[in-house]
């Protein structure tokens, strides 16, 4: 997924395979959030800004988008494996509780790759929230621009821990999985303020 063109990613999003789905799209929103500032932090390097930020701005944001580009491979994987779980025999109880075992396993793998989006969204979140009063004001709407594609990374991942928390019993991942829905309400309400911040400055 790393190295296709974005056409051909769009073709298979589209087509009626497993995977890529919402997961991986959630990702490259991450992916695409973390490039956004660190275009911004860069294009911020004249004497009037802090370096020390902007270079932390910079080292974090290429580091996540990199970290999200690997979630997204790893999030169409764990959907696969899922699919595949679904394709057991289920003739015998013998078969059927494996089957079941099977899926329970595969849910709780998948659900992680979508744990870790939101918990890079807050990341996200919390950089953008440093940039937005510091970085160059020619490129601010690029903050805010991060700032949504941190939100839609969040809010769509949220979306597939849930319907994959619906298929477990007593996986031990529950209770940090059902703990994430906080985090992307947190995600949500951070992103707007930086959003409506910015919409307040270009209003002038």
């Known amino acids: 997924m790393r190295d296709e063109t974005i056409s ?14 919402g997961g991986a799209t959630a990702a490259l929103h991450a992916a695409q959030s973390a490039a956004l500032l660190a275009m911004v932090a860069r294009y911020s390097d004249a004497a009037k800004y802090d ?26 994987a764990a959907f696969g494996a899922v699919a595949d779980a679904y394709t057991l025999p289920k003739e015998t109880d013998e078969e059927r509780q494996g089957r079941s075992a099977a899926i329970e396993v595969a849910l709780a793998e998948a659900a ?16 953008a929230e440093e940039l937005r009063p510091a970085g160059n004001r020619n490129v601010i709407t690029d903050v805010a621009a991060a700032a949504e594609a941190a939100r839609a990374a969040a809010v769509t991942a949220q979306f597939n821990i849930d319907v994959n928390l619906r298929g477990l019993k007593d996986s031990p991942v529950q209770a940090e999985l059902a703990a994430m829905s906080e985090v992307t309400d947190d995600v949500v309400t951070r992103a707007d303020r930086v959003v409506a911040a910015i919409r307040e400055e270009i209003a002038r």
């Open 8 to 21: 051909a990613f769009l073709d298979q999003l589209a087509a009626r395979v497993p995977a890529p789905g």
């Open 51 to 76: 370096a020390d930020l902007m270079n932390h701005v910079i080292t974090e944001a290429d580091e996540i988008r990199s970290d999200a580009l690997e979630l997204a491979e790893a999030d169409a």
């Open 112 to 127: 992680r790759p979508p744990a870790d989006v939101v918990r890079l969204a807050l990341l996200l979140v919390s950089l």
